[in-house]
């Protein structure tokens, strides 16, 4: 912050004011921000020089925080001097974030100059896994790489070819070279993350998530934790807190007492997976009051396909529907709730008083949590929108809006042909509803011959560590003839990479481009992150060929990356793949990404040409100056938009007044939605946008569910979880582990670059309700022994009383490990002696916890934590969900005081039990096809839609039109 005399800040297009200090002279202001018209040359005195007075000049550069999916605006100060990335600060100028940031942003310039990343392409040596690795110039490992690519591709094994993403950085640009290449092998961590909320959100509207509108809001239900440790964290913080200045009410479901939690008027804390009981009883005291919005459900909710699957002999009359909804809903009880929760009823009952008092100003979330913890935890998503639905918050000032109206995704204007293969081993016949891809279930897929992979990329991902059921991954890893070619896409090392092949260096956020958009409030923005480095040396003239020139060691970005590699995949342009790839101003050339970005921004991101022009500035450079554009913002209840005449052009209404389009079999489904379908003709004759579901309304009779195998889950309802209350033993020391919450201030793998976030957070305790653990006779920091289905692991215990009795809770992002000889980050990894049996046993232990190290960063001989973590995701057998295909995270695990000879850290695992358990919970699914021979419904969002003949089993005659 600077406190020099100056005029308002003006330039940045969403620049907030200047907040006046308490006790400055008048005629000094603080400023919150640089303003833009200094960002080219802005002075501050060196911090480190204090008292002297030594001034530095920078450029301040904007770029986006790559650290979690918000992506927040920030500043790099780049040193003039010798063009250094000093800090990174706010971005101003951004909507989202507005100028702040969560400790994770600034951490970036930790991960930029850290002395443990990895700088140059290397090429394992000696056997997978062995944790030799020698350098390789990127020439001979893109060579060796694209011929193995194009093999598979010219010998049509296009599912061999595998892309699995962990934090994806960006919004479409991965999915359009996959598409080049005409594979279907687009993979991500979604059912470790969130298909159990996307599930929910998916089959009431369309749309995979919620964007509420916090700031307006009168009542913030909220059941997550993560809102503020994690998921857009720092840019729905500030809103919800806005929210409560004006007066809005906060209620959170969590089993702990999170950060969120400590905000709220009203903290529930309910036995995992009993939330939908207890939101279906909010429901129904809506319905029994009739504190609901009539008109909205009568238009917009298909209340006449509840009354003909549900009541088929009742008159189809709105009133009636009513009735039957009321009777219907009227069993979940306040009083069924609170036993299934084990909360007092006055919770509930005061939980049911406090949304009836929003209106249709009910601003609701949900993301991982419940939803990612249960056995049918989408029904938790699903009955936490019904609450929406029935006050009729949705779309409206202060409620809840589907994700797709507050988020913007530019497609390039040329966009390769669909494909026209199906990868079971993404979308297997099993699970025609998983809301992403298998994931998780892939080392038993290669396990079982459903084929094997040629290349697997592993992108900012670490597989064996962040997935349940590690070892399984290391065997299947480790074996060259399920996954032929393993490429490590990563800018650190990670306990996946050691198992790789090639290992390839890729850059942080201020060493890459890409474009970012998402839901933080009623906005939609488009924001662009950029190697700073290389836009400092561009404004200077110096000349550079590509981001290797620019970024730190051999760093690419990967769009650069992705270009060399589908241009030697296909050198000749024989396969058609090489022209999406080529300059349009120098043909026969690659294109840059400055010409990619300059066509992008000119032609697919509306309202940017005129904006940049009013300024006299190209698109691009207006991007590069400010980072960011806000396309539309306050923008509410789009699905009453009316159809545009050329909408409307050539669609007819079917018996349900969905207005389609003729669509061949040869067309791929939008990113989500139906092919075709363009919106709903109403009663009334208005022809308005409406849903992206099948009917084009708000399904509260889903008939998706029920006509792929599922109709008694066809409405909103509750879903006994794997672990209730009833199948928990208490009495037997059984517990309910919650392993899938977060710290605010620690990221994923890459926390492990990032000196100061290991600094504020370098403990991994199990949290332990203080009544449970003097009942065990445990103390805080005593070892113990927490057992699961496949095995066991060691732990510190916690006692505490921000946790509920009956569960134990260990955060996700600790319990890092290296071997001995191996590569690492020695910031917050320990080493280990990992052993496994002939027949599958599996031990981990830790033989040195973290420790100083010496280096370049002379902070690194100052660590003076020790504590590496449990890696506990290595004890969980998979356990995905049937019908949204999540991993249900929560565990039944049995509590002991640790054995003799166990050690902190201690993993035991036999795989052969995990095999058992993933045949169990296999069973429980019911496959696919679902109506007409369909694989999955069209309208369900996929990152790459093939064409639609892929979407059938036998596939139909290419070029027949829609029924
Ligand atoms: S919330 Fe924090 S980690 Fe996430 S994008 Fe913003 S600054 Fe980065």
Same mark, same amino acid.
């Given at each position: 912050?600077? =406190?020099?005399?100056?005029? !308002? ?15 400055? %002279? ?17 002075? !501050? ?31 790099? @100060? ?83 070819? $595998? ?65 503020? +440790? ?30 969120? =939690? ?60 009513? !009735? &039957? ?20 009823? #006055? ?69 390769? /042909? ?6 079971? &081993? ?133 769009? /650069? ?22 300059? *349009?101003?120098?043909?026969?050339? &690659?294109? +840059? ?17 005129? =904006?940049?022009?009013?300024?006299? $500035? ?41 207005? %389609? *389009? ?18 709903? /003709? ?71 670059? #990032? ?46 009383? =921000? ?100 050690? @902190? ?12 358990? @993933? ?36 596939? #139909? ?7």
């Amino acid at each position: 912050m600077t =406190a020099e005399p100056t005029a !308002e800040p003006t330039a940045g297009p969403t620049n907030r004011p200047p907040v006046p200090m308490p006790g400055a %002279r008048t005629h000094e202001k603080l400023r919150n921000f640089p303003p833009p018209e200094e960002w080219d040359a802005h002075v !501050e005195y060196d911090a480190k020089a204090h008292p002297r007075k030594v001034p530095h000049t920078y450029s301040l550069i904007p770029t986006i925080c790559f650290n979690c999916e918000s992506s927040c605006g920030l500043l790099a @100060y780049v040193d003039h001097e010798d063009l250094s990335i000093r800090k990174f600060e706010g971005n101003p100028a951004h909507p989202g974030s507005r100028g702040r940031n969560c400790a994770k942003g600034p951490a970036t310039i930790n991960q930029v100059h850290d002395p443990e990343r990895i700088l140059h392409p290397l090429r394992r040596v000696g056997e997978r896994g062995s944790g030799q690795f020698e350098r390789v110039s990127w020439d001979e490992a893109v060579r060796d790489i694209a011929g193995r690519i194009r093999r598979a591709i010219v010998e049509d094994r296009r599912d061999e070819v $595998m892309y699995h993403v962990g934090r994806p950085g960006e919004d479409g640009f991965a999915e359009r070279v996959l598409q080049a290449w005409g594979v279907d092998g687009h993979n991500s961590h979604t059912n470790v993350c969130s298909s159990g909320g996307r599930s929910g959100y998916t089959h009431w509207m369309g749309y995979d998530r919620p964007s509420p509108d916090y700031a307006n809001s009168r009542v913030m239900l909220l059941l997550s934790s993560h809102l503020e +440790t994690g998921h857009y964290f720092n840019p729905h913080a500030q809103r919800i807190m806005e929210a409560k200045q004006n007066g809005a009410k906060l209620v959170v479901l969590d089993l702990r007492l999170s950060n969120t =939690a400590s905000h709220a008027d009203l903290w529930i804390s309910p036995w995992p997976g009993s939330e939908a009981a207890i939101f279906l009883a909010v429901a129904a005291y809506l319905l029994r009051t009739r504190t609901i919005d009539v008109a909205f459900l009568r238009r917009w909710v298909n209340w006449d396909v509840y009354l003909e699957r549900l009541h088929p002999d009742a008159p189809k009359d709105f009133e009636v529907f009513l !009735e &039957k909804l009321t009777e219907d809903y009227a069993k979940y009880t306040f009083e069924f709730a609170a036993q299934e929760a084990h909360v007092p009823v #006055a919770q509930i009952e005061q939980l049911a008083r406090i949304v009836a008092q929003a209106g249709n100003r009910l601003a609701t979330h949900t993301w991982r949590s419940a939803a990612a913890g249960n056995l049918g935890g989408w029904q938790i998503t699903r009955s936490l929108f019904f609450l929406n639905v029935l006050t009729g918050s949705v779309g409206t000032v202060g409620g809840t809006h589907p994700n797709g109206w507050d988020k913007f995704i530019p497609h390039f204007p040329e966009m390769p /042909e669909p494909n026209d293969v199906w990868s079971e &081993k993404l979308w297997p016949s099993e699970y025609p509803l998983t809301t992403n891809e298998m994931s998780i279930l892939l080392p038993h897929f290669l396990k079982d011959g459903r084929g094997t992979l040629e290349v697997y990329f592993s992108r900012v991902y670490n597989p064996l560590w962040v997935n349940p059921d590690g070892f399984t991954w290391i065997d299947v890893l480790k074996d060259e003839s399920r996954i032929g070619l393993h490429v490590a896409l990563t800018p650190t090392w990670s306990e996946s990479a050691t198992f790789a092949d090639y290992v390839l260096p890729m850059g942080h956020a201020s060493e890459r481009h890409d474009t970012m958009s998402f839901e933080t409030h009623t906005s939609k923005w488009i924001a662009f992150r950029q190697p700073v480095t290389r836009v400092a040396m561009a404004k200077r003239g110096i000349p550079f060929q590509d981001t290797r020139d620019t970024n730190p060691g051999e760093v690419w970005e990967e769009n /650069e990356f992705w270009f060399e590699l589908s241009w030697q995949i296909d050198p000749d342009g024989s396969l058609g793949i090489r022209q999406y790839f080529e300059s *349009k101003e120098r043909p026969g050339e &690659k294109m +840059t990404q400055d010409e990619y970005y300059d066509i992008l921004f000119a032609r697919s991101v509306p309202g940017l040409p005129q =904006a940049a022009s009013d300024q006299g $500035m190209t698109p691009l450079e207006y991007m590069r100056k400010y980072g960011v554009f806000e396309i539309a913002k306050d923008v509410y209840r789009l699905d009453e938009r009316p159809l545009t005449a050329a909408e409307l052009d050539g669609a007819v209404a079917d018996e349900k007044g969905v207005l %389609r *389009k003729p669509v061949t079999l040869d067309t791929a489904p939008p990113l989500v939605g139906e092919a075709g379908a363009v919106g709903l /003709e109403h009663e009334d004759g208005s022809r308005t946008a409406g849903w992206l579901s099948p009917s084009r309304k708000l399904e509260l009779y889903s008939t998706t569910l029920a006509d792929w195998g599922w109709p008694e889950q066809a409405t909103p309802g509750y879903i006994e979880s794997h672990v209730s209350a009833r199948r928990i033993d208490r009495a037997n020391d059984e517990f309910v582990l919650m392993p899938n919450f977060r710290l605010p201030t620690l990221i994923h793998t890459r926390s492990g670059n #990032a000196k100061f976030l290991n600094e504020i957070a370098n403990t991994h305790p199990l949290w332990f309700n203080k009544k449970d653990a003097t009942t065990m006779g445990i103390s805080t920091g005593d070892l113990v022994r927490v057992t699961t289905e496949i095995g066991h692991f060691v732990a510190r215990a916690w006692a505490t009383e =921000a946790i509920r009795p009956g569960v134990v809770g260990m955060s996700h992002h600790m319990g890092r490990w290296t071997q001995d000889g191996h590569p690492g980050s020695r910031w917050v990894m320990g080493k280990v002696n990992l052993n496994r049996s002939e027949d599958g046993i599996w031990k981990l232990r830790y033989i040195e916890g973290v420790k100083p190290f010496t280096s370049e960063d002379p902070d690194s001989e100052r660590i003076y934590w020790d504590d590496p973590g449990v890696h506990q995701n290595l004890a969980f057998p998979v356990q995905p969900d049937p019908v949204s295909g999540m991993h249900c995270w929560h565990q039944k695990v049995k509590i002991e005081k640790a054995h003799p000879g166990d050690q @902190y850290g201690d993993v035991e695992v036999d795989v052969t039990k995990s095999r058992e358990v @993933y045949r169990r919970w296999l069973a429980m699914t019911r496959p696919g096809p679902g109506p007409d021979g369909q694989r999955r419904p069209e309208f369900m969002m996929r990152h790459v839609t093939p064409k639609r003949s892929a979407y059938r089993v036998a596939a #139909a005659t290419a070029g027949e039109t829609r029924a």
